[in-house]
């Protein structure tokens, strides 16, 4: 999964799924501050799916707190 830039497209993908978590009331900002910890690329090359996942959990519940649901 991570061979022919695919730790660049998994970085990409979380850059975006940050970027678009919403811009309501509150901005919460949890996907960008763990895409920017220093051992953020060791996690996605040691458990690439579980940090995708875990990522856009984070991005999904964030969207629907700013959002009052």
């Given at each position: 999964?991570?061979?022919?830039?695919?730790?660049?497209r998994?970085?990409?993908?979380?850059?975006?799924?940050?970027?678009?978590?919403?811009?309501?009331?509150?901005?919460?900002?949890?996907?960008?501050?763990?895409?920017?910890?220093?051992?953020?690329?060791?996690?996605?090359?040691?458990?690439?799916?579980?940090?995708?996942?875990?990522?856009?959990?984070?991005?999904?519940?964030?969207?629907?707190?700013?959002?009052?649901?």
């Amino acid at each position: 999964m991570l061979a022919n830039g695919g730790l660049t497209r998994m970085l990409l993908l979380m850059l975006l799924l940050a970027m678009c978590s919403g811009c309501l009331t509150p901005r919460l900002n949890n996907t960008e501050r763990l895409i920017a910890h220093p051992q953020f690329k060791s996690a996605v090359i040691a458990a690439p799916n579980w940090t995708e996942d875990a990522l856009k959990t984070i991005a999904d519940l964030e969207r629907e707190i700013e959002a009052g649901d």
